[in-house]
Nanobody, 127 residues
Framework: QVQLVESGGGLVQAGGSLRLSCAASGRTIGIYCMGWFRQAPGKEREFVAAISRSGGNTNYADSVKGRCIISRDNAKKMVYLQMNSLKPEDTAVYYC????????????????????WGQGTQVTVSS
């Protein structure tokens, strides 16, 4: 098993940047595809970005493509989401998640494939 703790959220003006971090404990994260999801009030949790086990493949939601970069440091058991050019519609609770089942360079985008979740970090973008 792995435990995930997100940090780095906060209040930022539109156009600003934030870097979210996800710290893992327990097993090495090198065996997991790692993803970021977000949930805005009254909406379902949605996919934001994901990165394969070694970091060789990434996938982004169309809504954040070109503005976000997901990265990982398996030795430090850390996953990051750099978010730039933030918009008010990016306001949500952001969750880090781990999918233990996909092999190699496969990247999971489906929420129900992820078994392990953090508690979330709030991102608020003011206009």
């Amino acid at each position: 098993q792995v435990q995930l703790v997100e940090s780095g959220g906060g209040l930022v003006q539109a156009g600003g940047s934030l870097r979210l971090s996800c710290a893992a404990s327990g097993r090495t994260i090198g065996i997991y595809c790692m993803g970021w999801f977000r949930q805005a009030p009254g909406k379902e949790r949605e996919f934001v970005a994901a990165i394969s086990r070694s970091g060789g493949n990434t996938n982004y939601a169309d809504s954040v493509k070109g503005r976000c970069i997901i990265s990982r440091d398996n030795a430090k058991k850390m996953v990051y989401l750099q978010m730039n050019s933030l918009k008010p519609e990016d306001t949500a609770v952001y969750y880090c998640a781990a999918d233990p089942r996909v092999p190699g360079l496969v990247v999971s985008t489906a929420r129900d494939r992820y078994d392990y979740w953090g508690q979330g970090t709030q991102v608020t973008v003011s206009s």
